[in-house]
């Protein structure tokens, strides 16, 4: 239920219409807007009486909201959520965020080398795998603890915060350096490792399931602001369809429908939409063309010899050539 109040409403009336929904065994969400302030009830909100509330002077009007995902909803936050990294980066809000680098950290040299690239080329962020999810046993599996080491010495050297995926509830001991963390696609609906990043602080990168709805990724999302972390961004990185020339198809529609849904970042990954490097430019100039927040690009400075995902890995030099493209996308369409 939403409760959407007057402008310029009286203090006092507030915090005593916030107590007694309280006291009547709901939590409270205030969205202070523009425009607007919504109060957003969470809870089991059916013995709540509509009518009451309605006739009190300081409320617009009261809705029930009929999707299950609360937090997660655009009607309880009507602002996009602006989610600060490092206080140099913000995602969401009209910016667009360049997050690049390679699918798994290999090597001190690797790491520095491609972090020092993309950070000249305009990313804002860096990624890269120490714990890799993969298809089969016998692959690279990522370097894990010493990856993560490795990325921490990136950091260092370029200033630029650190993305990677955790897969275990028992790794979040070692993400204290990590700035934001990613939730693979194969961990979406993980809900004891959801629930456990619900109570850290950290940004999130949730990716959608391989065969995940909408609706699910955002029920996703939610376990993690139910616990309290709102700093949720949602990412579609392909789903899987009929077609087999591509590794995975990307849902562009996902852009406007979850923005229209949702108030949190939407993200693109279009290195695993399409699983070659080739249609790396083309989506990711689709993203930015459908409003997307940001993307997360995989570039590796030796694609062929990458430990994972080589084939959908670009070159920093065309990562270079995409950001500017992007940013004319981007201008184009902010006009
Ligand atoms: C990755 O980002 O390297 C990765 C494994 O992504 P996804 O979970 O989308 O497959
Ligand atoms: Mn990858």
Redesign the pocket.
Known sequence: MIVILKQNTDQMQLDRLITWLKNSGVDVHTSVGQSQTILGLIGNTQHIDIDLISQLDIVEDVRRVQEPYKNANRKFHPNDTVIKVNENVSIGGGNLTLIAGP??VESEEQICAIAEAVKKSGATML?G?AY??RTSPYSFQGLRTEGLRLLSLAKQHTGLPIVT?IMDISQLDGFGDVDVI??????MQNFELLKALGTTRKPILL??G?SSTYEELLMSAEYIMAGGNDQVML?E??IRTFETYTRNTLDVAAIPVLKQLSHLPVII?P??SAGKSALVDPLSCAAVAAGADGL?I?VHNDPAHAL??GPQSIKPEVFDALAKKLAVIKGAISK
């Open positions: 699918c798994s990624r795998g890799k999810p995926e990613q939730v693979g696609a194969r961990n990716k959608r391989l990412c990185r392909g990954d290195s695993h997360i995989e994972c995902d």
